[in-house]
Each structure stands twice: as structure tokens, then as C-alpha cells.
DNA sequence: CTATTTCTTAACTATTTCTTAACAACTTTC
DNA sequence: GAAAGTTGTTAAGAAATAGTTAAGAAATAG
């Protein structure tokens, strides 16, 4: 069950809030200021925060500014685009206005508990390539590879920092097990057999060398 | 720098959202239809997606249901909660109704793009030339130019210390990989390598002389 | 224990990048 | 404006790295 922080001061807004979330069967907690609402997440393990811009004490902006890796939907009766844009580029993910539709306001809490963070992405997605963390197989266009222990560690890898340079060394060290006696060759053994694979099904290239330094999957 | 691709059928908007986007430094992909848009996910490797609703072919929920891992701004002459509450929970990250703010829109998009994933690229910027350093590419009006492994590693000190004269010594010392066999003719080599790279998509001067010292990036 | 798959090693080829060298073009100095 | 010094360009060969293949070792599954 997911957890939401609300943070309002007007008791009428807040007991609707909740109202709405519990129904949804949402755990809420409840804040009534910026101070508390700090102290209450130092303690729980909090997924998603309601935020109030007026609130005693402390701004919306300040709040924002020391709540880090929280998604926070903004809930506030200013209507202009100014106070959304600073509000937005502040650190907010989302913006309501007051008074606002109770099925939209779940429907933009559900898309913020959905995100890539919360849910443990099973596919690994570039371009038209997904690797499939359940059952360790690649798709391009449809059509499965299966892949090797290590072939899967290094295109994991890869996928996960797609347009970065992954090192020759970070990669050995991935496919190493313990044991640190495979060397460069056999990691250019392995890249080569992967891409066999690839080839076989595409004509696209996917992993690029960059000379002396590593591979990567670049636009 | 990030790739958004536009989903809309009616050239006016289309050209509008482009216009906005371009101004702010993305790069704009157009689909003027579903179909037209899911091909190009497959080729390119998109970062956001701003759909209209209303397409030729296809459903905007249809087309929603078929993109994975990519976040979707809808943007949408409906303004109804229902119409609202459905597009997001078959997928859409956020709605946008028409007509639109343009810095609204700029802010709804940069939260999408600021993810953890896309939060740590690192780019030296000068001018229009942008050196990406996850990727140890080089990038002048969008378009790619690769570097080798010293053309990256002196183009990285230029950037760093820009307006200012980077020593012959000093680049001769950040190339010679312990050796120290390697000399001044190399050097101008590598100069005029990287510029010839750089000429084959700019007509501009990025890498002046310094007669006797060195070379600098100066305005 | 055997059969199969996967990994590593090694030899070899292919490719990319770097350096060298010769020369052309440009600056400065006298 | 000629000489000396410096920079820029080009091409070719050297050096470094990447890619391929096949065979045997190691690990895993049956």
C-alpha cells in the first residue's frame, strides 16, 4: 500500500484530500505545515507528497527545494502560469489547481506513483530493442535472442546507461565472476558474439566501440 | 540534448509546439500521424513524446498503449476531467489543454525529461558546440561528430579553459600517453584533424592559434 | 557420468588511430 | 622583401586496438 503525504493547513481541503485517498486505498498522512511535514518524512518511508503552496512558516518553494527523490503534486488555488512554471522548474512533478475534480486528482496521483522509479521496470527499452529482466531474452522487432549469462550482464549494463561510454574495465568486472582471470580478449569475444546474434535479426547496429575507452548504445 | 517528438496532425500547432521546443534547445522529431510516430520510435531513441488526442488512423489511448518506458505529455483541445482521467491512466504521464502557455508547457516538459536517468549528462557547452562527456561525442547543430580518444581529450582542455591560451606543452603533455615520444608535429596533426571534422558541418572558427604559445576557444 | 552449453584462450585478420616526414602557407624580424 | 621561425596540410607507414574464428577448458544440466 502505497503512502501520501498530504501537507495542508486548511482543515476542510485536507479532510477532503484524505477522504478521496483513503477511499482510493491510499495510506495517507497528514501534515499541517512545512516543519512537520520534514520531521514526517525523516520517519516514514513516504511515496508520494500533496503539497499546499501557503502554508505557515515555510513557502512551497523552500519545502520543495529540501524534499528530495519524493514525487510532490502541488495543490493550489493560484491559477497563473508564472506560479505553475516556478512551482514546476522548482522540483514539483505536478500542478492542480483548486477547486479541482477528485477523479483527476487520483488519476495525476496514480501517474506519479507510476513511474520508473516505483515500479521495478522489467524491460529495459532503446529504440526498438527490449531486454526482458524476467526471462533474460532480448527483442528486436518481436523476434527473441536468447542470451548467455554474461552476454545478458553486458547488455544490461549497456542499456542502462544508454549514450554513455561503458569501460572495457567496468565490463570485466561485471563478467568476472570473483574470479578477475577473464580477460580484455574474451570480453571482445563476447561483444562479438552478441552482436552475431543481433545481426541475425537486424540490420541495425547497436553497440558501438569507442577506441581505447569501452562500447556503449548510442543514437 | 533531448529528442521530443511531436504527435499532431494540424500544421499550425505543429509548427507552434516545434517553434517553442527548438527555442529552448531540444531537438523535434514530427509524426504527423500514430503510425507515422510508432516508426519513428522504432529508429530513433526518443526521450518524450507530445501527442494530440485527435489523429488520423489511430486513437490517441491506442497509440498510448503501444509506447513503453516513454513518457507522454498529452496536449488536447478537451478540457473535460473524464477525457483528462482516461488518457492518464492508459499511459499518459501528463495533459496539457488547449490553448496552451508556452512557458507552461516548457516547464510540464522539462519535469518529464527530469528524471534520474537524464538528470547526470555532462556536457561542455560553447556556443553551439556541445562536448558530451558521457558519450565522448561532439555535437554542432545537432549533428555527431565522433572523436578519437586525443581529439576528445584536447577538445575536453580547450572547452574547460575557455578565453583562454592552453600552452603547446600542456597539450603535448595531456596526449602523450606516458610515453612522451609523441611531438609538436603530432600536435598541429591533431589540430587540424579535429578542425577538418568540425568544417564538414560548420562554416564557423572554434579552435584559434595563439602564435608561439598554444591554441584557445575564444569568442 | 555424460551431454550440452558457455566461457576462455590463442592465433590471426581487419581496422582505426597515431606518428612521422615532406612540403606548403603564413608571421615575424631584420 | 628575404630569411627564419612557426603553423597547416597531406599522405604513408607504424603502432595500437578491435574483431573473428576455432578449439579446448570449465561449468551446467540431464
Redesign the pocket.
Known amino acids: 500500500m502505497k503512502k501520501i503525504l498530504v501537507v495542508e493547513d486548511n482543515i476542510d481541503i485536507h479532510n477532503l484530500i484524505r477522504e478521496i485517498l483513503e477511499k482510493a486505498q491510499y495510506q495517507v498522512l497528514n501534515a499541517y505545515s512545512g516543519t512537520e511535514a520534514l520531521m514526517i518524512l525523516e520517519k516514514e518511508n513516504i511515496d508520494l507528497i500533496l503539497l499546499d503552496l501557503m502554508l505557515p512558516g515555510m513557502t512551497g518553494e523552500e519545502f520543495i527545494a529540501k524534499v528530495k527523490n519524493i514525487p510532490i503534486i502541488v495543490v493550489s488555488a493560484k491559477t497563473t502560469s508564472e506560479d505553475k512554471v516556478s512551482v514546476l522548474l522548482s522540483g514539483a512533478s505536478d500542478y492542480i489547481t483548486k477547486p479541482f475534480d477528485s477523479s483527476e486528482l487520483l488519476a495525476r496521483v496514480k501517474v506519479q506513483l507510476r513511474t520508473i522509479r516505483n515500479s521495478n521496470t522489467i524491460e529495459l527499452k532503446y529504440k526498438d530493442m527490449f531486454l526482458n529482466q524476467n526471462n533474460r531474452c532480448l527483442f528486436i522487432n518481436n523476434q527473441k535472442i ?1 542470451l ?4 545478458y550482464a553486458i547488455l544490461k549494463q549497456l542499456l542502462l546507461n544508454p549514450n554513455q561510454v561503458t569501460t ?1 574495465s567496468k565490463l570485466l568486472e561485471l ?3 570473483d ?1 578477475l ?6 570480453l ?6 552478441i ?2 546474434k543481433i545481426k541475425s535479426i537486424s540490420s541495425n547496429e547497436y553497440i558501438e ?7 556503449k548504445i548510442c543514437d
Open positions: 536468447t548467455t549469462k554474461t552476454e572495457k563478467i568476472s565472476n574470479t582471470d577473464c580477460d580484455e580478449n574474451s571482445k569475444v563476447h561483444i562479438s558474439n552482436r552475431k566501440s569507442v577506441w581505447g575507452i569501452g562500447f
